[in-house]
């Protein structure tokens, strides 16, 4: 992705009500691959 294409991502995230812990979890998850970070169903407990 180019930073255009990024910065696009991001707005729509926000756009979708994401808070910027979400969307930033989400990217860490989507780099890493590690599952703590990765998305949980609205309405679903945290652990």
Known sequence: ?????VARFLLGLRAAGWTEKEINDFMLYIESG??????????EKKE
Request: net charge neutral; glycine share 6%.
């Open 1 to 5: 992705m180019n930073m255009t294409e």
């Open 34 to 43: 590690d599952e703590q970070y990765k998305p949980k169903p609205k309405g």
